[in-house]
C-alpha cells in the first residue's frame, strides 16, 4: 500500500503570529521553498519566560542556546522524594528572548526573500489577515495564532518569579519539577524551581483546574513555600511569568480549510503535561523534512492515555500527587524523558501502565470511549 502525501510546494508564504511556533519556523525559511515569506506580528509588549525541555536529538539548535541544564529532577509529595537522572536527555531551560533572538537572525539572513508586516494590537482575530485576499497572495499560510478550547477541560495556570536571595539556598544541580508541599484547596497544585545557581531560581506555583486564580493566590504561595521549605523571607524579583495553558483538545479559531495551523494551533501542547517548546520544534521539523502538511505531533496512543490520565485528575484531584509520584517512581530519567517528550518505547509504557491504579483507570478509560461512541452517534 503507499500512502499518499500532499506536498507542500509554495512560491509565497505567509506565516501568523509571532510566538514559539511562528518563530520557530520562520527560522527554518529555507526549508520552505518559497521565493517570499512574511510574517505577520502582533504588536504586543515585550514580554519574556523560559521553556523547559528534556534534551532531545531534535533540539540541539535549542540546547546550544540553553540557560542551563540539570542531569537530575525530583518529584516531591508528602509520600516522599523520587528522584532521577540521565545523562542523555537533561532537563534544559532556554529564555525565549535568546531563542527569539537566534530565530530572528536566521530569519533575517535567510537565503529566501523575507520581510517582517506588524499588526496594531487594536486588531482581533476577526479582522486579520486571514481572508480570501490573502488566499489569493499566498500559496500557503500557516497559522499559529492561539487556539480554542472546550470550557470545562482542565487548564494548567501559573505564576513564576525569578528570585534573587541573599543566602545559598538553591540547588543548581537538581531541578523541582513538582513539590506538592503546597496547599491543595485552589486546585491540583504544586511548586516548580529551577535553580540557576545557589541565589537565583525561578519559582513558579502551578495549579491544574478549571479556572485561573486571582494574581495574588500564586503570589502568596509562592511566598510561603520559600518561606517554609528554603526559610527564606525576603528576596529580590528579577522578572515574573505567567500562563494558562488549555490541557486538552483544542481546535483553530479559525477553521479556513486554505490555513495551515502550527504550534499550540494544530494540537502540539501535550495534554498531560503542558509541554509544548519540544513538540513545536518536533513537528516544525517532522513537516519540513517530509514536505507535508503540519499534522500533531503526539502518538495517537499518547494521546489517548493522557485524556483517560486527565479525566482521572479532573475526577479525583485529590490522588494528583499519589499518582504523579508512583508514575516517577516506576521509572528512570531516561524513560520518564523519553515518556513526556513523546519518545516512550513499549517498556516505558508498560511501566507507565502499570504503575497507575488498573480499577480507577479502567473505569475512566470505559467512559472515556462511551463519550467517544455518544459524540460519534451525535455526528451520525
Ligand atoms: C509563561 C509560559 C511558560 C511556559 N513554559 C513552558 C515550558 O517550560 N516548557 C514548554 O514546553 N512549554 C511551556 N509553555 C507552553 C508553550 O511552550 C507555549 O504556550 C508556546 O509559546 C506555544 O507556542 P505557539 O506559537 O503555539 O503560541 P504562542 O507562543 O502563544 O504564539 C501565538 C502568537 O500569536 C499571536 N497572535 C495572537 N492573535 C493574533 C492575531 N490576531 N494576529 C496575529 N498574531 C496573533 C500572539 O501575539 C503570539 O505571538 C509556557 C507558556 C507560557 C505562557
Redesign the pocket.
Known amino acids: 500500500m503507499s500512502i499518499q502525501k500532499k506536498r507542500v510546494k509554495a512560491k509565497t508564504v505567509a506565516i501568523?503570529?509571532?510566538?514559539?511556533?511562528?518563530w520557530s519556523l520562520a527560522a527554518r525559511v529555507d526549508q520552505l521553498s518559497a521565493n517570499r515569506v512574511t510574517l505577520?506580528?502582533?504588536e504586543?509588549p515585550h514580554t519574556s519566560?523560559?521553556?523547559?525541555?528534556w534534551q532531545m536529538p531534535w533540539l540541539s539548535e535549542a540546547l546550544s542556546r540553553k540557560r542551563a541544564k540539570w542531569n537530575s529532577w525530583q518529584i516531591i509529595t508528602d509520600e516522599g522524594i523520587v528522584t532521577h537522572r540521565s545523562i542523555n536527555h537533561a532537563y534544559c531551560s532556554i529564555s525565549s528572548d535568546d531563542w527569539f533572538d537566534w530565530c530572528q537572525q536566521r530569519f533575517h539572513s535567510a537565503a529566501t526573500t523575507t520581510e517582517v508586516i506588524k499588526?496594531p494590537v487594536t486588531?482581533?482575530?476577526k479582522n486579520?489577515l486571514i481572508t480570501s485576499d490573502h488566499k489569493k497572495k499566498y500559496d500557503s499560510i500557516y497559522d499559529?495564532?492561539?487556539p480554542m478550547a472546550d470550557k470545562n477541560i482542565l487548564l494548567q495556570h501559573f505564576k513564576g518569579l525569578e528570585i534573587k536571595t541573599s543566602i545559598p539556598v538553591f540547588n543548581s544541580k537538581v531541578a523541582v519539577l513538582m513539590d506538592f508541599r503546597v496547599s491543595q484547596k485552589n486546585g491540583i497544585h504544586f511548586m516548580y524551581v529551577l535553580g540557576y545557581d545557589a541565589y537565583t531560581a525561578l519559582v513558579e506555583s502551578t495549579f491544574f483546574s478549571t479556572s485561573p486564580h486571582r494574581e495574588e493566590v500564586y503570589d502568596e504561595a509562592i511566598t510561603d513555600y520559600l518561606s517554609r521549605i528554603y526559610n527564606v523571607t525576603s528576596f529580590e524579583i528579577i522578572k515574573s511569568?505567567?500562563?494558562i495553558?488549555p490541557m486538552g483538545e483544542v481546535r483553530p479559531k479559525d477553521q479556513n480549510p486554505f490555513l495551515y495551523s502550527i504550534?499550540?494551533?494544530a494540537g502540539?501542547?501535550r495534554p498531560s503535561s503542558?509541554?509544548?517548546?519540544?513538540f513545536?520544534q518536533k513537528q516544525i521539523m517532522q513537516f519540513l523534512d517530509r514536505q507535508t502538511k503540519p499534522t500533531t505531533p503526539h502518538k495517537k496512543h499518547d494521546l489517548m492515555m493522557d485524556h483517560i490520565f486527565l479525566e482521572v485528575l479532573k475526577s479525583h484531584p485529590e490522588k494528583a500527587q499519589r499518582l504523579f509520584f508512583k508514575l516517577a517512581r516506576a521509572l528512570d530519567g531516561d524513560s520518564f524523558a523519553r515518556f513526556l517528550s513523546g519518545e516512550a518505547n513499549i517498556k516505558d509504557y508498560f511501566l507507565v501502565i502499570n504503575s497507575m491504579p488498573k480499577w480507577l483507570f479502567i473505569n475512566q478509560a470505559v467512559r472515556v470511549i462511551i463519550e467517544k461512541w455518544k459524540r460519534i452517534a451525535k455526528w451520525a
Not at 519566560?49 to 525541555?53: A, E, I, K, L, M
Not at 503542558?274 to 519540544?278: D, E, N, W
Open positions: 501568523v503570529g509571532g510566538g514559539c511556533a511562528g505577520y506580528l502582533k504586543e519566560h523560559n521553556w523547559g525541555f499588526l486588531n482581533t482575530d486579520i499559529s495564532r492561539p511569568e505567567k500562563g495553558i504550534g499550540s494551533n502540539a501542547i503542558g509541554y509544548a517548546f519540544s513545536i
